[in-house]
């Protein structure tokens, strides 16, 4: 789980460093290494958390979050709180989810990140729902890095609608 993946780093990174916790039905661009670079430079100083090629769905539009740069999108709605991005019981106009298919996180916010996908932070719910939220700096990157590997998203057990969560998933 990302939450375990987490608590390795926390426990074996070093300090300055950036950790990329990616899942098995995504793989990254033949180029990315080399872009890595310019993505690091294109985030804000202050940045939690990236995502790389956040989807979109139903009423998950990135168009409901600030565009900070040409493709850098802040995962925080203006007039929303962590509470009302929650799925159900929010308001559909304060959610946006996105997939956690592929998350760089700097070795300094690790904790913080763990104490939000651990419930420590806020009620707990899908992981990539809660990244949405205004006390956090998390960010979608649209820069087409990460993409399906489709044979690999027909065999996966990471639900990816509603209707194939199930117990075992939460």
Known sequence: SHLELLRHIKNTGRPGEVYLL??????????????LPTVLQHVPPDWDSLRFDCWEGVNQLLSKLPQVKPGLYLNSIMGCSAADGQPITGRPECQFCGGTHAVLVPYEKVEKMMALWSGDNGPLYPLDCMMTRPDFKNYC?????????????????IPKTRKEVTNWHL
């Open 141 to 157: 990157l649209q820069w087409n890095l990460f993409e399906p590997v489709d044979h690999l998203r027909r065999t996966t057990s």
């Open 22 to 35: 990616a899942e098995d039905d995504y793989a990254p661009a033949v180029d990315f290494k080399a872009k």
